[in-house]
Structures are given as C-alpha cells and as structure tokens.
C-alpha cells in the first residue's frame, strides 16, 4: 500500500511508528517515576542526614565536655602534675564510664605515659593515638575520629594544666567512645535514623537489627554509588533486601577518617514503583513491536533500492561507466536514479579529461624535473622548520653517499648538509629560511673531507598552493676563485717583475759607476801590481754583478718568443747560476752539462723551463732537504734504453735530453694526472699558483719538444725534456778580421746622463781616450746646447730614463735638427722602449748597462767611422 507513497510520507509514518510510543513512555516515566518520587527521597534523606549531623555534633560536644570538666578538676590537675595516681582512681571510679555512656576515660602525664584509664573496652595505645596525644601536649586540644586496630575510635584529648600555673601543661585527659554498632543505635535512639559507617569498601558500624547486621563485601554488599545525584545511592544485603542512603557531610568536626550514611528503608513505596515501571514496559513494548512491523514494511522497499544504489555508487568507485541504475517506483529514489545516470554520464567525460590533463602534467613534470636535475647547480629544497623536501641529483651526488639507499634524503636538515660551512653564512642561511625570505652570499666557505670549497649561495621564496617553502642554490665557485687567487698572484707577479726592472736599472747605473771609476784606478795605478790585482778583482766582482742582473731582466721579461739557434748549456748554466744563490746551502745541486748542441728556440723561454723545474723540484724538498740533478746530454732516437723508461713515443732524429731530478716527496697517479692541469697545486694556500708545470708543458709543446715525468712517491720526480736538434747555418761571407784602429780619438762628444756616479767617470774616461766631451745631466740642458752649435758635435751619448726630458724624446729632437746625427743610447732597463724600436728611430747603437770602458769605446769608433763590426779595434 505504500508503493505510490512519496519517500517523504513513508520517513513521516516510520519516525511516527517509532518515536510515539517512546515519547509517550519517557512522559510518563519521568513524569510519574522521577518528579514525584525523587523529590520525596531527596527530602527524606536530606532531613534524615540532618539528623545524624545534629547527633553526632552532641556526642562530639558531650566529648569535648567531659574532656574539660575532668581538665578543669583542681585534684586531677595536681595528681597529674605529682603523679598521684591514687587520687586520680579515686577521683575516677570504675562505674564512671557507664554513667557518662563513654567508652572510656585516661589521664596522661606531661611526657605521654599513662598514668590512669577506666575502660569498657580499653584502646590499644598505637601510632595514630600517641601523635594525637603528642600534638596535644606540644599545641592544642583535639577531638577526631580515627582508626584503632580494625575499629574506630571517637577520641577529645584536652590538656591538663598546672593547678596554680595556667601555662604549665601537667599532662592530658582523654575522653571517648568506639564507633559500634551500639554507638550507631544511640544515634538512631537520638534521631529516629538508621546509621552506617563504612571505611572505604569496609562496613564498620549500623544501627540495624540482628536480622539485619551488614555483612563483608565479599558478601555482595556494597557502598552507595558515588555516582548518583545529591550523594545519593543504594545499599544491597544479601537477601537482596535494599536501602536508600546519603553520605553525611560532618568532614569538619573531626569525622573525616571514615564515610557515614543517612539510611532509610523505601522499600514499600519501590515495590509499587516496580509494578506501575513493568505495567509502562509491557506497554512500551507493544507500542514498539508494532511500529517495528510498520517500519519493516516500510524499509523493506527502501532498503531494496539504496542496495541498488549502493551497488551502482560502488561501480562508479572503480570507473565502471558503461552501467545504467533503474530504480521500478515513483518516489524520490526514481529521481536519485537518473540523477546518478547523469552523474555516471559526467564522470566518464571528466575521468577521461582528467587522463589527458595527468598525462600531460607528468609530461611536464619529467620536463621539469629533468632541466632541475641537468643543472650544474645544487638545488635543495627547505620548508619553515628547516627540514629537506626535495634535493636534485647535483646535490645528491655531491652530498650523499650513493651506496646509502636506507633514507629518502641523505639528512633531515640542510645544517646537516651545510654543516662544514662558515658560522656568519649559516646563521644568515637560517633566518632567511625561517622567514622565507630571498638571500644571496657571493662566496661561502665550506670543507669537504680535506679539501677547501668555495660556493655562491642563493636562496630563493617558492610559494606552492598548500605551504610556502625555500629553494637553496649552490653554485660551486671554488675555480672561479682559485682562478682569482691565480690572477691576483699573476698580478703580484707582474708588479715583482716590474720591481725588479726598477731594481734593475738603479743597480746597473750602480755598476756603471763601479766599472767606470775602477778603469780610471786601473789607468792611474799602471805598474802598481797589488793595486793592479785589487782593482781587476772589483772589475770581475762588478760583472758578477751584471750577470745576475741580467739574470733577473731575463727572468721578469714579458715578450714574444723571439726563437734563434742558442746553445742550450748558455740558458742552463745561467739559470744554475741564480739558483745557487737563492736556493738553500743544504739543498746540494748536481750539474752534469755534456751537451753544446744548438736548439731552435727563445732563450728566456728555456731559462724559465729550467727555473720552473728547479723551484718545483726545491719545494718538494723543502722539508726533508735532499738533492738536485740537473743533466743535458745529446740524445740519438732510436735509443733503445731511453725509450723503455718514458711514456711518450718520440721520432727517430737528434735530440737535447734536459732532466730535472730530486729526492722529495714525490708524487701519486692521481697528483701525476693532474699535475700539468692550469691552477692545480700541492702547496698550501697562498704558496703556490699552480702555472710552472703548465706553463713548462706549453713550452715544450711550442718548440716542437716532447715531456716525461716519472714519480715514486717518497722518493722523488724526473723530468726528461726532449728538444730536437738544429744546427746552426754558417753565414754567407765571412770577413777576415785583419784591419786593426786605434781606440783613441778626437771627436766632438754631447753626453747626457742624470746619475753623477756614472755621468762623472764616464766623462774622465772619454777625455783620456782624447774626446773631447760635454756632459749634461738632463735631456733639456743637452738639447739647449746641441741647438745652440749643432754642426760642433760628432756624437751625442744619452740615458734613457732622465728627468725633465727622456732619452727617446731627446733623441727625437736632435735628429730632427740633423738627421745624419749619430747616436748612442744607453739604458739600465726600459720596459716601454726595445732594441728594434732605436734601429727604427735611427740611433746608431742601444747599450745596456752596465757598460765597461772598452766596449762604449768600440762602440763609438764603429758608430763615428762607420766602421764593420767585423774590424778589429786596438
């Protein structure tokens, strides 16, 4: 009859079918059941628990009474404080305790002892009663309940003071009674109430008949229920007989050991609550058995089509489309079925876009994530609280151990990962990742096992759609920085390099001096043979002097290789030469030069080879101190026995073999791999710019050569260099040196030099060869003279670094003047100003000092008459 029902109407009688006769029953029992007879029990208990307080405040009064009427006795006081205990029973006769309806009655003395006691039943004298009695001698006076044994005592202890001294406690009276079952029928005697007193789940006392007497708890009797309203419960004996009950509140006079219960006996008026509670039951349960088969009609078609439903929903769950859900009625279920029809419809239109959009994403998240993980930077992922949610395999591979696949991440935090870097970088790391703030640090420095990193470390915001996070970027700056360190040394060298050409020129106007100041000795001491000895020492001193000068220029010359046929023993006996005065004394050096074949090659080139293998070969042996060999010997490829002890395969032909040997440390495969790369070095920071081996390696290559090196470590490298051969070709003509010219002369000569130590000498030595000379100390002073006569003079001499005016400049000018004008320049060391720039200028001779007498001399006699350089002068 309810198949055209609408779902609401069949919900409408289902909820009437169930929610009546419940409704009506819970009126009924609430109305008739609690607001009637709750209120009646309530009152009664509460009046009934009245009662007992009020009796139990008398008898603790009558306690406290008796307790000071025998204190307050003038015999009791003075037998107290002498002892008498005589006086004290016949004060306290037997018959006493009876009459007062007390339990019993003691005396105490001031130390506690117990000098009297008239007991029905005496008290055992345990802990609880000697602090009490304790407490009440040293303080006040006590009246409480506590436990004796298994029972409980209600005890006043009242002091006993001295008969004349009212501050004088002699000892202590004590006045009380056990709490029985008579003491709980005097209290239903007093108020008309029965009383139980339990301790915890104990029954101690009640007022009950023998009939009646409570029984243990292993028994089936329990306390009231705590949990009931008002402090209200039940008390059960074994006959299943039961009482309604309060708790009595008397906490604060002394009753707080033990729990008593205002009883009351209801059972009439309950049996009549049970009979009126089973009638409404029967009634409630017919009431809900026919709405139970009024709701089983109902929910029998109900539950039909939400199976139908629930089986069609579970389909949709696992993407099964294709199904069609048919519901046979008219009511809201019909509507819910095409409903889900349409939904099924949708669903598989959406599941499939959604496919395609999945697709597509994970497409662009491999794109994603393949250009994150191919960058050459390390990326780490960071949320708020520092922990790592992502890392790329940059990061991973140089952070994490490969072989550990235990964790997602090779650490929890990035302080794990950053943890070898500086402190300040860190700490400023930390706050912009707690912030979510943006940070860039240009140079950071970490270490890694034992090396020393250099990293640029950007942190950047990332806003996601759940939670913000930060993305660390490490860019490892460590070769960018090296190469600056590099550059910043190049640098340092280049200055040292021009140091040195300053140093060099002031020194070599130095030894102009000497050797032109020792000639003119040498010309006034002629036949003096001591000072003659002496003054050729100075002479060989002085060009000790200008080779290791010379030496220093060749070593700081930046130019372009300029190869000609050299003998390479002149560039290795120099190169020894400056090492032996720079190297320590206990670094001995073995030469063993053989070879005077010629190379095709820049000779400073070859002395900065030999330079750069001895300084490499003196810091590997800068602690243990040991020996260097250096060895050039010709060389005939094929040789059998040199080629089995190099690596490279060099071709048939003549060949310089140089080797370079120490004793040190010497080297691993891995340093030995490395070893010719830019930048790389052993030394420690600051001592090494890691050039020499490369900047040998690129020479050798330049000149066609080839390079080995072998090394053991502990004991040490070898460096063979091999150079081919080339000999020299003869010139085409060759002069015969027959014609011989005085050196002697009377030419007309301008000098120019700012340095008096070399203008002064150089001057007195042209005047003795018969020149006749002028000297200037500046450029501008010689240019007014050579202007105001310029057809007098036969030759112009001139420094190159003046002040006011410099040497090329002067020169510029004079040349202008008279074009046929011969000139020598001399210069203690000009990097701005070359040899092939004089011969273009037109100047006839460029001299490097320091210059002897007899060389400037022949340079003049050339120069003035034209003379070959292949005539010999006298």
Request: proline residues 3%.
């Amino acid at each position: 009859m309810f198949k055209h029902t609408t779902l609401k109407k069949k919900a409408v009688f289902f909820l009437l079918s169930i929610l009546l006769p419940f409704c009506l029953t819970l009126v009924i029992t609430l109305t008739v059941l609690w607001h009637r007879t709750d209120a009646f029990f309530q009152s009664h208990l509460t009046e009934a628990a009245k009662r007992i307080q009020l009796s139990l405040c008398l008898r603790r009064k009558n306690t406290q009474t008796y307790a000071r009427l025998f204190s307050d006795n003038r015999q009791i006081r003075q037998s107290a404080y002498l002892n008498d205990v005589g006086t004290i029973k016949s004060t306290l006769p037997d018959n006493i305790v009876s009459e007062l309806d007390v339990n019993h009655i003691a005396l105490f003395d001031r130390t506690g002892r117990l000098l009297h006691q008239v007991a029905t039943c005496a008290p055992v004298m345990d802990l609880s009663r000697s602090k009490m009695l304790q407490d009440v001698l040293h303080g006040n006076d006590v009246t409480m309940a506590h436990k004796n044994g298994n029972s409980f005592l209600i005890e006043t202890f009242h002091r006993i003071f001295h008969a004349n001294q009212k501050d004088m406690v002699v000892g202590a009276v004590c006045v009380g009674y056990w709490i029985n079952n008579d003491f709980a029928r005097s209290i239903k005697n007093m108020c008309g109430v029965d009383i139980a007193v339990f301790d915890a789940d104990r029954p101690v006392a009640s007022s009950f008949t023998q009939v009646q007497t409570l029984k243990s708890v292993s028994s089936g009797i329990r306390i009231p229920t705590k949990n009931l309203s008002h402090g209200r419960g039940t008390l059960f004996w074994e006959d299943n007989y039961t009482f309604d009950s309060v708790q009595v509140d008397f906490s604060q006079n002394g009753f707080n050991k033990i729990q008593i219960y205002a009883v009351l006996d209801h059972s009439p008026l309950k049996i009549a609550l049970k009979k009126t509670t089973v009638t409404i039951l029967i009634a409630f349960g017919l009431l809900v058995s026919l709405g139970a088969v009024i709701a089983m009609l109902i929910g029998s078609g109900v539950v039909q089509s939400m199976n139908k439903i629930i089986g069609f929903a579970r389909s949709l769950s696992v993407r099964q489309f294709d199904q069609t859900l048919e519901i046979n009625s008219a009511d809201e279920f019909a509507e819910v079925a095409s409903a889900f029809n349409l939904m099924s419809r949708r669903l598989k239109k959406s599941f499939a876009q959604i496919e395609n959009q999945t697709n597509e994403i994970e497409k662009a998240k491999t794109y994603l994530n393949n250009i994150i993980n191919a960058m050459p930077l390390m990326l780490i992922g960071v949320n708020r609280n520092g922990n790592i949610i992502f890392l790329n395999h940059e990061a991973e591979s140089f952070f994490c151990d490969p072989l550990d696949e235990k964790k997602a991440f090779c650490a929890e935090s990035y302080r794990d990962l950053l943890q070898h870097c500086d402190t300040k970088s860190l700490d400023a790391i930390e706050r912009s990742v707690t912030k979510i703030t943006s940070l860039r640090i240009e140079s950071v420095t970490c270490r890694k096992d034992t090396k020393t990193l250099f990293h640029r470390i950007t942190v950047f915001p990332v806003t996601a759609s759940d939670d913000s996070f930060v993305m660390i970027c490490l860019e490892n700056t460590t070769g960018q920085h090296l190469m600056e360190t590099r550059l910043r040394q190049a640098e340092k060298m280049e200055s040292i390099g021009r140091l040195a050409g300053g140093i060099a020129h002031d020194f070599n106007n130095i030894l102009s001096g000497i050797f032109g100041y020792t000639r003119l000795a040498q010309m006034d001491a002629q036949g003096q043979k001591n000072i003659m000895v002496s003054l050729d020492n100075i002479f060989k001193a002085g060009q000790r002097a200008a080779d290791l000068v010379q030496q220093i220029l060749t070593f700081s010359r930046h130019s372009h290789p300029r190869k000609s046929h050299i003998k390479m023993m002149i560039a290795v006996k120099e190169a020894l030469k400056l090492l032996k005065s720079t190297l320590p004394a206990d670094i001995e050096i073995q030469a063993k030069i053989e070879s005077h074949s010629t190379i095709l090659a820049d000779a400073t080139q070859m002395h900065q080879i030999v330079m750069n293998l001895c300084t490499n070969a003196y810091a590997a042996m800068a602690e243990t101190r040991g020996t260097l060999t250096i060895t050039l010997t010709d060389i005939t490829f094929p040789d059998a026995d040199v080629q089995s002890g190099i690596s490279c395969r060099i071709p048939d032909g003549a060949y310089i073999r140089l080797q370079v040997i120490d004793t040190g440390h010497g080297m691993d495969e891995a340093t030995l791999e490395k070893a010719f790369e830019p930048y790389f070095t052993t030394r420690e920071l600051g001592k090494g710019t890691g050039l020499g081996l490369t900047l040998v390696h690129s020479i050798v290559e330049e000149h066609q050569g080839y390079l080995d090196v072998t090394s053991t470590p502990g004991k040490g490298t070898r460096f063979q260099l091999f150079f081919p051969i080339k000999i020299k070709p003869l010139p085409a003509k060759v002069v015969p040196l027959t014609q011989e010219v005085p050196l002697k002369g009377t030419e007309s000569v301008l000098f120019v030099e700012d340095e008096e130590e070399v203008r002064k000498p150089t001057t007195e030595l042209l005047r003795h060869y018969g020149y006749r000379v002028q000297a200037c100390e500046n450029g501008e002073q010689a240019l007014k003279l050579f202007c105001m006569t310029p057809a007098d003079y036969d030759l112009v001499i001139t420094d190159m670094n003046m002040p006011k005016m410099r040497g090329d400049a002067l020169v510029k000018e004079i040349l202008t003047i008279r074009p046929d004008m011969a000139i020598i320049l001399l210069t203690g060391y000009s990097r701005s100003f070359s040899r092939e720039r004089a011969e273009a200028m037109g100047i006839k001779a460029y001299l490097e000092k320091p210059v002897t007498a007899e060389f400037l001399i022949k340079t003049i006699r050339q120069n003035c008459l034209s003379l070959s350089p292949n005539v010999e002068m006298k």
